[in-house]
Every structure is written in C-alpha cells, then in structure tokens.
C-alpha cells in the first residue's frame, strides 16, 4: 500500500509539470516543450479548433512565435487515476492573450476556464492523450497604448520568446530530461536541452477573421 501511495504521487508530479510545460510552450513559443506536453497521436477540442493536437501545435506556434507575449497560469489541478495508466485531470485556467489583427492593432484578451484532460502513462511518461477546453470566462480589454521600453521603464530583463527569454540560460545548467529527445524538428531539438516545457482559439479565431494559441 505505501509504495502504491509513492507510485501515485511521483505520478502526479509528473502529470502536474507536463501541465507547466505546456505553458512554458505556448508562452515562449517553445516548440519542444509544447510537444512534450502531448502525445504524437493526442487530440484536441481547443475552442475553434477541434482535431489532432499536431494541428494545435503548428497553428499556435505560427501565432505565438510573431505576436505579443501570452501569460498561462494552472491551477485547481485535480488528477482522479482510471487506472494505473490513465488519469482524468481538470485544471482551471487563466490567459491573457494578445495579436495583432488584420490592421496591425493589438487585441488583448482575458480568458478562463478548464483543461479537462485525459494523460496516459506510456514507458513512464505522463503525457496528455487528449485534452477538450472548457470556457467559463472571456473578457476583451483595450491593451496599453504606450510602447513597452516606456510601461516598463527600468523593470528589465523583458519576457521573450525561446530561445531569447532568460530562463533558458538556467536551463544550460540543469540536468538533461528525457524531454531533451522530444519528437520536435531537428533546430528545435537542438535546443529541447535548453528547456522544460488555452489559449484560445476564440481570440485567434476573430484574429483570423478580423485580428490576426
């Protein structure tokens, strides 16, 4: 029975930091980390887009990649186990994303909601199998008009994205995962050993459409 118990929590923590990569990916635009989150066979029902979490990953790289910074907070995370291999896992949700429309004009959106996932547990990795987003809050905002160098003043180093933001010079130093082997294109798994690693579609759908993961 204890070890059961230790077997369970080691696999929640790693249910929980495959959650974190997933925001470390979409935030930093960090391919390898973002594909380290899914399962190459994953499916996705993301708000406009609905199908194979390959399709989710491409389309919010492209955007993510050139747009504004996005901020993903986890949290209210519930992991109920089916089985020992498989894990109902409900996370709530808070997002602020930005993109420019067809204009150029930056369009600022905050988001909640769910991850409502189910992981699967393949050769010891927990990873998301398949994963519907759940919205229970939208609220469009006028983004800042003044530039960044001015709002934020002396309050540097500045986010960025992967490979440019700072965090990634920490991880040169850590020990490397198995995560640095990931399924991403040979540039990024070179540089999968610098990293760990909803967003919505609602917000890319009109920037399609009118504005511009």
Same mark, same amino acid.
């Given at each position: 029975m204890e070890q059961t118990k230790i077997a369970q929590l080691i696999d929640r923590d790693a249910i929980r930091d495959c959650l974190y990569r997933y925001c470390r990916g979409i935030d930093r635009a960090d391919e390898a980390a973002l594909r380290s989150a899914y399962w190459p066979d994953a499916h996705d029902n993301h708000g406009a887009y609905c199908g194979p979490a390959e399709g989710f990953i491409e389309f919010a790289l492209g955007v993510f990649k050139a747009g504004p910074r996005n901020i993903h907070q986890i949290t209210n995370i519930l992991i109920e186990f089916i089985s020992s291999s498989e894990a109902a896992v409900e996370s709530y949700f808070t997002?602020?994303?930005?993109?420019?429309?067809?204009?150029?004009?930056?369009?600022?959106?905050?988001?909640?909601?769910?991850?409502?996932?189910?992981? $699967?547990?393949?050769?010891?990795?927990?990873?998301i199998a398949e994963r519907t987003v759940v919205y229970d809050w939208i609220?469009?905002?006028?983004? /800042?008009?003044?530039?960044?160098?001015?709002?934020?003043?002396?309050?540097?180093?500045?986010?960025?994205? $992967? /490979?440019?933001?700072p965090v990634y010079r920490f991880g040169k130093r850590r020990i /490397?995962?198995? $995560?640095?082997?990931?399924?991403?294109?040979?540039?990024?798994?070179?540089?999968?050993e610098e990293t760990e690693g909803p967003d919505n579609f609602a917000m890319l759908q009109r920037s399609r459409r009118k504005t511009v993961p």
């Open positions: 997002a602020l994303q930005r993109a420019p429309d067809q204009d150029g004009d930056v369009r600022q959106t905050l988001l909640c909601g769910r991850y409502c996932d189910l992981f $699967h547990k393949r050769e010891g990795e927990w990873r609220e469009e905002q006028i983004p /800042p008009a003044i530039v960044e160098a001015e709002r934020f003043g002396p309050r540097r180093p500045i986010g960025a994205p $992967h /490979p440019d933001d /490397p995962s198995r $995560h640095d082997s990931s399924e991403a294109s040979n540039d990024t798994a070179a540089s999968a």
